[in-house]
Structures are given as C-alpha cells and as structure tokens.
C-alpha cells in the first residue's frame, strides 16, 4: 500500500469514528476530537510538510462532517500540524510522560483555537471559562485513544519507511 493511500486510510477511519463512536460518547457535550489528533500526530511523525498536508485534509474532512464553513478547522489544524513538528525537533526530552503532556497541550491549544476561529465568524459566543472546560475535557478525553492513534499515524504518514535510518550500524562507512 502507498503512503498516500496509508493517508487516505487513516483519514477516513478517524472521518468515521469521529462521526458515529466517538460522537456518542460525550461529556459536557464534548468529545473525543480525532481528526485533530490526527493532525498533530502527523506533524510529529510526519515533520512540518506531510504534516500541513494530512491536517489540511483532516481539517477539509471536519468541515464536511460538521456544520462549519469549510476551511475554519483546515485553518487551524494546518499551521497546528506544522508547529507541533517544529516543536518536536528542537526538544531535547523525549520520554513518555513529557510527550504525552505535549499531545495534551496540543490538543488543548487545536481545541482553543478551533473554538476562537469559529467565535471570530460568529458561529458561537466566546466565554473564556466555557472555552477552557471545554478545551481541558477534550484534550483529556482525546488521551484515551493517543497510544494507537500515534502507531496508525505513524505507519501512515512514514509510508512504511523506517523512523530511525542509523547510518552506523548498516554498514555505510564514513570517508576521513
């Protein structure tokens, strides 16, 4: 399968948890936000180029789902996508807890910033104490279902190639 299709794939299965299982399930009448974890996922695995590409889509994607104008969540899962994978190159830690607090403050900020885009065209009434519970929830909600989103994401937008490349132990010499 090519990598484009892996996207595809992935895209369209998160497009149909969000809408039937995931929309189900809700506290405080929010929900788990897939596509969105989908879109940071990629940027962090998939660096700053693939990752604007499979968040913009995702985005498309929420839009064609929802009651929004289409591009208010491409809008913001791009540049999302983008700054998650620069982040992620210049940390210097990487270990579970750190990453997983990030994912949780990605997410919180992807559902802030939805929130404010949708206020901005008059679509909601924006209440700072309303914004933030609902961002929190979210983001907690979304956690639970992190650990095989992060595996099909990365399977995905690697296109099957390996994460790692260690030049030195493949027996590719370096010339003195």
Do not use: K
């Amino acid at each position: 399968m090519t990598g484009r299709l892996r996207v595809v794939a992935i895209l369209l299965t998160a497009m149909t948890a969000q809408v039937t299982v995931f929309e189900e399930i809700r506290i405080n009448g929010v929900s788990v936000e897939l596509l969105l974890m989908v879109s940071i996922l990629s940027g962090f695995h998939g660096g700053p180029h693939r990752g604007a590409v499979v968040a913009f889509c995702a985005g498309l994607l929420q839009d064609s789902v929802t009651a929004t104008p289409m591009g208010l969540h491409a809008l913001v899962y791009a540049p999302l996508a983008v700054a998650t994978s620069h982040l992620e190159v210049r940390l210097a830690r990487s270990t579970w807890p750190f990453l997983a607090a990030g994912l949780a403050v990605a997410m919180a900020v992807g559902v802030l910033a939805t929130m404010l885009a949708g206020g901005l065209f008059g679509l909601h009434e924006v209440d700072a104490a309303g914004l933030a519970r609902t961002a929190v929830v979210a983001s907690l909600m979304s956690m639970a279902v992190a650990a095989p989103t992060s595996r099909a994401v990365r399977w995905a937008v690697t296109g099957g190639l390996p994460i790692d490349v260690d030049v030195r132990g493949s027996g590719v010499e370096s010339r003195g």
